[in-house]
Nanobody
Framework: QVQLVESGGGLVQPGGSLRLSCAFS????????IGWFRQAPGMEREGVAC????????VYADSVQGRFTISSDNAKNTVYLQMNSLKPEDKAVYYC?????????????????WGQGTQVTVSS
């Protein structure tokens, strides 16, 4: 059974950092892509970053390129999203999701399995 559980959200000041974690079970990164998505109130869900494979094939949205880093710890079955230089517009609920058998991408409708989300608030 595929499961994903996010953690690490919270309140941070602009310019600060947070690291989100996505603990997964029921599959391996060799065959599944894991993506991070976010959704702010009244906005459509947005793809943020994706990772697949032990070699760490990654994809980033332009809005976070250079500020966010996605990584994985296969021994812990966990994917991380390190978020630096956070901006107020990064405020959203962040979700991780898994897409079986696909290459890395940020098309949310293609992802079959989703976590419950974790809130990130960027405010002074």
């Amino acid at each position: 059974q595929v499961q994903l559980v996010e953690s690490g959200g919270g309140l941070v000041q602009p310019g600060g950092s947070l690291r989100l974690s996505c603990a997964f079970s029921g599959f391996t990164l060799d065959f599944y892509a894991i993506g991070w998505f976010r959704q702010a109130p009244g906005m459509e869900r947005e793809g943020v970053a994706c990772i697949k494979g032990s070699g760490g094939n990654t994809v980033y949205a332009d809005s976070v390129q250079g500020r966010f880093t996605i990584s994985s710890d296969n021994a812990k079955n966990t994917v991380y999203l390190q978020m630096n230089s956070l901006k107020p517009e990064d405020k959203a609920v962040y979700y991780c999701a898994a897409d079986p058998w696909s290459n890395c991408h940020l098309e949310d409708k293609e992802y079959d399995y989703w976590g419950q989300g974790t809130q990130v608030t960027v405010s002074s």
